[in-house]
C-alpha cells in the first residue's frame, strides 16, 4: 500500500452505478432491540463533531452491543436518505480491510479484483473530496477493529460528504486522533436491561415480575449479550427467573453450563458469553509479554466496581503475577514483576476494554465486569484458584494501614475483601488457620464504629472457625476475643464478661497459663467487669494480671504497659482527681520511654491525662491539653480518625465547661459536620457530639432548641442502639432535664417514666440510677405541672446522682 506507482481507476469499462449503492452485508438487527441511551449518544456524537471529527469509535468491552448499535445506525442513515454509499466491513484483520475496499472499487469503479491492494488503494482515493465529480455521500462502517496498525494507510479519508463508523474493544491513543471522536458505550441501564428481559420472555408468553427482572438483569450485571443468552437459555429450559437465578447464584456450576449451546445462540451470535473474551485476554497477555492474564485473575478475585491500585501493585500482587506469568505468551525472559510492569499489565487489560482503569481514583481505580470475572475464575483449576485467593487475601492484608487515617481506603478495602470472601470463604479458613485479612476486616468496622456489622462479622467468623479448625483452635478463640470485646464496646458490658468467662475457662483447658492468648483474655474480662460496676474486682484482677506479666514479660513490655493502662483506669475512679493525674502522669513517662510519643497507647494516655485535669476542675487546662494532643492525633492518626475526632469533641466539651458555652456550640456544630461526613450520622461519636450540642444550646439560653434536638436524638439512639442502651438512657435523662428546664414538667414526667422503665428492664431494681428516677417521678407526681415543680425537678434530675448529667464522653477501643 506504499509507493508513489500511478494509480489505474479501471480495468474495464466502468459499471454504472445506482444510488443508493450498499457494500456489505449488515447484521441483521437483534430481536427485541432496545433504542437505548446509547443510540442517542451516538447521534448527539455525529451532530456535534460535524465535518471536524466525521470518525466516531465505539469503543466498549465485548458484549455491550457495539455492532448493533452501528447497524442501526447505519439503517438509519440508509432509511433517511442521508447516505448514497453505504459499506459494511468486519475489520478483525487487515486482509478483511483491504478486500472490503477491493469490493467496493469493483462494484463501483470497475477496479481489478485480482489486485486487492491496488484496487483498495483506488476506492480511497475515490473517496477524497473532489470538486470535479458526482457529490456521493458514504458511511463506511469498520466493525470489530481488533488491532489498530491493521488500520495504517487504510483510514477512509476526511471528507464534507462522509462519514466513518469503527467498532472496537481497544482504546488505544492510536484510534483517537485528529477527527475521531470517541464514543464509549457501556452497558444497558437498568431499566433497559429489564425492558429487554421482559419484552423478550413475554414475545414467548412468559410474564414475569418486575422484581425477578430487575434482580436478574443486576446478576448478570446489565451486559446485554448475556442478557439475551440468559432470556434464550429461560426459554429453551422452561425455567422461571428465580429458578435460573438459583442456578446462576449457585455452588457447582458453571457459567457456559448456564447459557444456550454454540448452536442455540440467539440474534446469530457467533460466540457465547464466556468465549467473547477469550480472543481479547490472549491478546492483552501477548502485549503486556504473560503478565496481563494473572493481572485479570487478581481482578477478578475482588471488588467488581472499586479495586484499589495499591492492592494489585502490592508485593504479593506483584509475586503472583511473577508465579504465574506466561512468559511464551510475550516471547519474553521470565524475571520478577515490578510494579511498573504490573500496571503496564493493568493498562494492557484498560486498553482491550477488559477492566477499566482510572488512575487518579487511587482508592477505586480499577473496575471490571463481573461476568469477567466469573468466567476468569472459573478458567482456574481447584489448586489455582485457591493459590490466586491467598495472594489477593496477602495483597489486601499488606495494603491495610496498621492506623487507618484513610476512610475511603478503609471502606475499599472492607469492600473488596467482601468480595473475596462472597465467591472463595472456604479458602481462608484452611489448616494452618484464619486468614489475617478476616481480622483486619473486621477490626476495620469496629474502629470505625460499625459496631453492629463488626460483631455480626465476628460472630460468623467464630462460627466457620468451629466448623474447619475446631473448637480449641487459637484462631476460634481469637474470634471469640474479639467478638467479646466487641459486646462490650457496643454498650453490652455484662455480656462481655459472660463471653470472657467462658472464653477463659476453655482456653485454660489447653492452653499454659502464661500464654499470650490467656493473658488477652484476662484483661479483656477485667477491663469489662470494671465497665459492668464492678470495679473491686477490676481492680483485683488487673492487678493479678500485671503481676504476671512483669514476672513473664518485664515491665517495659508493651502488654505490660497496657495492663498498667488498664489498671491505672479503674484505679483513678476510686481515688481524687489530683492523685489520678499523678498515676497516670507516671505511666505516660513510662510509654514516652518505651513506646514512643507517638505510640497510639501514648496518644491515648495523654488524652486520659488531660481529662483528669478537667475532673479535678481545671477546665482550661484540660482543653489546652487536648489542642496540644490534637496537632499529634491529626498528624500520626488523621484528621477523620475516631480519637482524632474523639479529641476535637473532647476540647469543645471542656471549653464549654470552661465558660465559654457559645464557643462550644460553634465547635460542635463544626464537628458534626465532620463526622456526619466522615463516619456516617449513625456512628457513636456523631450521635454524643449531637446530645452535647444540644446540651450546649441548652446552656447558651435555648432550652426549647434543646428539647427538640433530643427529642430526634433519642428515636436516633432507640433505633441505632436500642432503647435500653446506656447512652439512650443518658439522652432520656438529659431530655427530661431540658423539659424541665424550659418549663415542660409534664413533658419531663412523660419521658422520666419512659426513663424508669427502660432502667428497670436493663439494671436490677435497687441499682442507684433506678432509685433516683423514682424519686424524680415521686416528686413530680406530688407536686403537680407548674412552672415551680418544672425547676425544681430539674435542679432534682442534677443532685445526688451516681453520675454526672452529662459526663465527659469516654471512647472505648475496639
Known amino acids: 500500500m506504499t509507493g508513489s506507482a500511478n494509480i489505474t481507476y479501471y480495468t474495464s469499462p466502468k459499471p454504472a452505478t445506482t444510488w443508493p449503492h450498499q457494500v456489505g452485508v449488515l447484521p441483521r438487527q437483534a430481536d427485541y432491540f432496545q433504542d437505548r441511551a446509547s443510540v442517542q449518544h451516538l447521534q448527539q456524537a455525529v451532530v456535534q463533531g460535524g465535518t471536524t471529527a466525521p470518525c466516531h469509535v465505539l469503543a466498549g468491552m465485548g458484549g455491550v452491543g457495539k455492532t448493533q448499535l452501528a447497524a442501526y445506525h447505519a439503517r438509519q442513515m440508509w432509511a433517511g436518505n442521508t447516505i448514497d454509499l453505504l459499506v459494511w466491513i468486519s475489520a478483525g484483520t487487515r486482509a478483511a480491510v483491504i478486500s472490503a475496499y477491493a469490493q467496493a472499487a469493483g462494484e463501483i469503479l470497475g477496479a481489478d479484483p485480482t489486485k486487492p491492494e491496488d484496487a483498495a488503494r483506488v476506492f480511497l482515493a475515490w473517496l477524497e473530496p473532489k470538486s470535479r465529480r458526482e457529490q456521493v455521500r458514504w458511511l463506511v462502517v469498520l466493525d470489530d477493529v481488533v488491532e489498530p496498525a491493521d488500520l495504517r494507510g487504510l483510514w477512509p479519508p476526511t471528507s464534507p460528504l462522509g462519514r466513518t463508523l469503527l467498532t472496537t474493544r481497544r482504546r488505544d491513543a492510536a484510534l483517537i486522533g485528529s477527527g475521531q471522536r470517541l464514543v464509549p458505550v457501556g452497558l444497558f441501564t437498568s431499566r433497559e436491561a429489564t425492558g429487554y428481559l421482559s419484552t423478550a420472555l413475554a414475545s414467548h408468553g412468559r410474564l414475569e415480575t418486575p422484581t425477578d427482572l430487575a434482580a436478574l438483569a443486576a446478576d448478570l450485571d446489565h451486559l446485554p449479550l448475556a442478557l439475551s443468552q440468559a432470556a434464550a437459555y429461560i426459554l429453551d429450559a422452561a425455567l422461571d427467573c428465580a429458578s435460573y437465578r438459583t442456578l446462576l447464584n449457585?455452588?457447582?456450576q458453571v457459567l457456559p453450563e448456564l447459557l444456550p449451546d454454540p448452536g442455540g445462540l440467539p440474534d446469530d451470535q457467533p460466540v457465547s458469553v464466556p468465549a467473547a473474551w477469550s480472543l481479547s485476554i490472549d491478546r492483552a497477555d501477548q502485549l503486556a509479554v504473560g503478565m496481563a492474564r494473572p493481572m485479570l485473575q487478581l481482578t477478578a478475585a475482588l471488588h467488581a466496581n472499586g479495586i484499589p491500585a495499591a492492592v494489585l501493585l502490592s508485593p504479593p500482587a506483584l509475586a503472583y503475577i511473577t508465579e504465574n506469568r506466561d512468559c511464551a505468551a510475550g516471547q519474553a525472559q521470565a524475571h520478577t514483576v515490578t510494579s511498573q510492569?504490573?500496571?503496564?499489565?493493568?493498562?494492557t487489560l484498560h486498553r482491550l476494554s477488559l477492566v477499566d482503569h482510572v488512575p487518579g481514583n487511587d482508592h477505586e481505580a480499577v473496575r471490571v465486569h463481573q461476568l469477567i470475572q466469573r468466567v476468569t475464575r472459573e478458567a482456574l483449576s481447584f489448586q489455582q484458584r485457591n493459590r490466586l485467593v491467598r495472594a489477593v487475601a496477602d495483597a489486601l492484608t499488606d495494603t491495610w494501614p496498621d492506623i487507618e487515617r484513610d476512610t475511603a481506603l478503609s471502606r475499599a478495602l472492607r469492600a473488596n475483601t467482601d468480595a473475596l470472601t462472597g465467591h472463595s470463604e472456604d479458602t481462608l479458613y484452611q489448616l494452618d488457620g484464619v486468614h489475617s485479612v478476616l481480622f483486619r476486616k473486621g477490626d476495620s468496622l469496629g474502629g470505625a464504629g460499625h459496631y453492629t456489622a463488626a460483631i455480626?462479622?465476628?460472630?460468623?467468623?467464630?462460627?466457620?472457625?468451629?466448623?474447619?479448625?475446631?473448637?480449641?483452635?487459637?484462631?476460634?478463640?481469637?474470634?471469640?476475643?474479639?467478638?467479646?470485646?466487641?459486646?462490650?464496646?457496643?454498650?453490652?458490658?455484662?455480656?462481655?464478661?459472660?463471653?470472657?468467662?467462658?472464653?477463659?475457662?476453655?482456653?485454660?483447658?489447653?492452653?499454659?497459663?502464661?500464654?499470650?492468648?490467656?493473658?488477652?483474655?484476662?484483661?479483656g474480662l477485667a477491663y469489662w467487669l470494671g465497665a459492668n460496676g464492678d470495679e473491686a474486682y477490676a481492680l483485683t484482677a488487673f492487678g493479678e494480671l500485671l503481676a504476671d506479666q512483669e514476672r513473664t514479660l518485664g515491665p517495659d513490655h508493651p502488654e505490660t504497659l497496657a495492663t498498667r493502662d488498664g489498671l491505672d483506669y479503674w484505679r483513678a475512679t476510686t481515688m481524687s482527681a489530683t492523685d489520678a493525674i499523678t498515676i497516670f502522669a507516671e505511666l505516660l513517662a513510662d510509654q514516652e520511654r518505651v513506646l514512643g510519643r507517638d505510640h497510639p497507647d501514648t496518644l491515648r494516655n495523654r488524652h486520659n491525662l488531660a481529662i483528669w485535669k478537667g475532673k479535678a476542675g481545671d477546665a482550661s487546662g484540660a482543653a489546652?491539653?487536648?489542642?496540644?494532643?490534637?496537632?499529634?492525633?491529626?498528624?500520626?492518626?488523621?484528621?477523620?480518625?475516631?480519637?482524632?475526632?474523639?479529641?476535637?469533641?473532647?476540647?469543645?466539651?471542656?471549653?464549654?465547661?470552661?465558660?465559654?458555652?457559645?464557643?462550644?456550640?460553634?465547635?460542635?456544630?463544626?464537628?458534626?459536620?465532620?463526622?456526619?461526613?466522615?463516619?456516617?450520622?449513625?456512628?457513636?461519636?456523631?450521635?454524643?457530639?449531637?446530645?452535647?450540642?444540644?446540651?450546649s444550646r441548652g446552656e447558651a439560653g435555648d432550652a426549647v432548641g434543646a428539647v427538640t434536638a433530643l427529642v430526634k436524638l433519642l428515636a436516633d439512639r432507640e433505633r441505632v442502639l436500642g432503647r435500653d442502651h446506656l447512652d439512650t438512657r443518658i439522652t432520656r435523662r438529659c431530655l427530661a432535664?431540658?423539659?424541665?428546664?424550659?418549663?415542660?414538667?409534664?413533658?419531663s414526667t412523660i419521658t422520666l417514666t419512659g426513663l424508669l422503665a427502660s432502667q428497670e428492664r436493663a439494671l436490677h431494681s435497687d441499682h442507684p440510677d433506678v432509685l433516683h428516677t423514682r424519686r424524680c417521678l415521686s416528686y413530680s407526681h406530688e407536686a403537680g405541672d407548674s412552672a415551680e415543680t418544672a425547676s425544681a425537678l430539674a435542679e432534682l434530675l442534677t443532685r445526688d446522682h451516681p453520675h454526672p448529667l452529662r459526663p465527659p464522653y469516654d471512647l472505648h477501643n475496639w
Not at 665 to 683: C, I, K, M, R, Y
Open 456 to 523: 455480626e462479622h465476628f460472630q460468623h467468623m467464630t462460627h466457620m472457625a468451629r466448623h474447619h479448625l475446631g473448637p480449641d483452635h487459637p484462631d476460634t478463640f481469637r474470634t471469640r476475643n474479639t467478638l467479646a470485646r466487641g459486646r462490650g464496646v457496643a454498650g453490652d458490658p455484662a455480656g462481655a464478661v459472660a463471653a470472657f468467662t467462658d472464653l477463659l475457662a476453655d482456653q485454660q483447658r489447653t492452653l499454659s497459663p502464661d500464654h499470650p492468648d490467656i493473658y488477652d483474655t484476662r484483661y
Open 341 to 347: 510492569d504490573a500496571l503496564r499489565a493493568l493498562r
Open 737 to 747: 432535664y431540658w423539659q424541665a428546664m424550659s418549663g415542660d414538667a409534664a413533658g
Open 250 to 252: 449457585g455452588r457447582g
Open 624 to 695: 489546652a491539653a487536648l489542642s496540644e494532643l490534637l496537632a499529634d492525633r491529626e498528624r500520626v492518626l488523621g484528621v477523620d480518625h475516631p480519637g482524632t475526632l474523639h479529641t476535637r469533641h473532647c476540647i469543645a466539651y471542656w471549653g464549654g465547661m470552661a465558660g465559654d458555652v457559645v464557643g462550644a456550640v460553634t465547635a460542635f456544630t463544626q464537628l458534626l459536620a465532620n463526622q456526619e461526613h466522615s463516619l456516617g450520622p449513625d456512628h457513636p461519636l456523631s450521635l454524643v457530639t449531637r446530645l452535647d450540642l444540644a446540651f
